[in-house]
């Protein structure tokens, strides 16, 4: 029952996706979970929901504030190479790509093309929208990404769209669980 109420009250809807078709290995068995947030406390809120949740999934996951306690555009450039040292072999991004009353689709703020983690990582420190204070009723489109952490090639790449309706940390929740489900969907766990 309680399944049921949760998909029910699920505001997030997937704008679009892509997976690499190349042969590329999608089987994750330690996931490095990237929120890309300048604040703090949000960037801990989406990562402790989605290290729970893939954890739940029965995968091995380090949140990144454990790894680089202070992200910044100096510091982004760690992350793969950390993730390797802690024997990670995907990273999982995810970024606010804005948040308001719904005007445009993701595709207008958010780059699809393919590039390389350390490229995106870069790219998307600029800009990353990072709100103030989320107010209820406010569509937040959020974009993830999964990355081979050897390689950097990015694997799968999602872009949603969440009203606000309930609180930010009850959103983060269904969020995760939306953005789980369609990489569990994509890709192979080993």
């Given amino acids: 029952m309680g399944l049921l109420l949760l998909a029910a009250c699920t505001t997030t809807k997937v704008l679009n996706e892509w ?15 990237v929120a890309l947030f300048k604040q703090d406390q949000t960037r801990r809120m989406f990562e402790d929901e989605f290290a729970w949740q893939i954890s739940n ?11 680089v306690p202070s992200l910044n555009e100096n510091t982004t450039g760690r992350i793969a190479t950390i993730a390797q040292a802690v ?17 445009e689709t993701a595709a ?3 780059h699809l093309v393919p590039m390389n983690l350390s490229g995106f990582l870069q790219h998307s420190w600029k800009d990353n929208y990072d709100p103030p204070e989320l107010m209820t009723n406010a569509v937040m489109t959020v974009e993830s990404r999964l990355f081979d952490a050897k390689s950097g090639k990015l694997v799968w ?7 606000n309706q309930f609180g930010l940390k009850w959103e983060i929740t269904l ?3 939306r953005v789980l489900g369609k990489l ?6 080993k």
Avoid: C, E, W
């Fill in 108 to 110: 207008d703020n958010s």
């Fill in 19 to 33: 997976r690499n078709t190349n042969g590329a290995d999608t089987r994750f068995g330690h996931i490095v979970m």
């Fill in 157 to 163: 790449s999602l872009a949603t769209q969440s009203k």
């Fill in 175 to 177: 969020l995760a669980k």
């Fill in 184 to 189: 569990k969907d994509a890709t192979q766990t």
């Fill in 87 to 103: 024997g990670a072999d995907g990273i999982l991004t995810i970024r606010m790509v804005n948040s308001k009353q719904p005007t």
């Fill in 57 to 67: 999934q029965g995968q091995m996951v380090t949140r990144s504030y454990n790894l």
